[in-house]
């Protein structure tokens, strides 16, 4: 889970012949919770011994970091595609924890997410909406520079939406 604590939004709209184009932008200051995409290299290589607690029995770490938001959108009559993107970072944050005396072990754990969606809709009535989108999804996360990895998920989805 993602609080964003601080941040803006800002969009525009341009009309230009019965075309409505929106550009939209928003930067977050972000407290979360995090599990780590390369927890698994540094498990089988080391182990969790003097982690804090939260990382040995739940596998996610207290985090601060950003999150930045863009999208822009084309809608015209029935029809609407757009795009909308999203990066986000996190690194941990020490020294928080029930148990600092506990802790052995202050590995410096950083992770990065990067959301690409882009999506057509076509309204089918007032009410209902039918969307086509394509989603690329980005996880990267490194600890303490030895343990690194990285991976992209492609979602397809069509999703019939109905607003009352």
Do not use: C
């Not at 029809?79 to 941990?92: D, H, L, N």
């Not at 009535?125 to 520079?145: C, P, V, Y």
């Amino acid at each position: 889970g993602t609080i964003n604590i601080l941040g803006a939004t800002a969009f525009a709209d341009v009309y230009y012949k019965g075309t409505k184009i929106r550009a939209e932008f928003g930067f977050y200051g972000d407290f979360t919770m995090v599990k780590s995409y390369a927890l698994d290299g540094k498990i089988a290589a080391e182990g969790l011994e003097g982690q804090p607690t939260v990382i040995q029995k739940r596998g996610y770490y207290w985090g601060a970091g950003s999150t930045a938001l863009a999208g822009i959108s084309a809608e015209h009559g029935r029809w609407k595609v757009g795009y909308e993107g999203q990066r986000s970072q996190a690194t941990i944050i020490h020294g928080r924890g029930r148990f600092q005396d506990q802790v052995t072990q202050k590995d410096n754990f950083h992770d990065e997410l990067a959301i690409d969606k882009f999506y057509v809709k076509f309204k089918l009535t007032k009410s209902l909406t039918f969307e086509l989108a394509q989603e690329f999804i980005t996880r990267k996360g490194q600890i303490n520079k030895n343990y690194a990895k990285s991976g992209t998920e492609k979602r397809t989805r069509a999703t019939l939406n109905y607003q009352f």
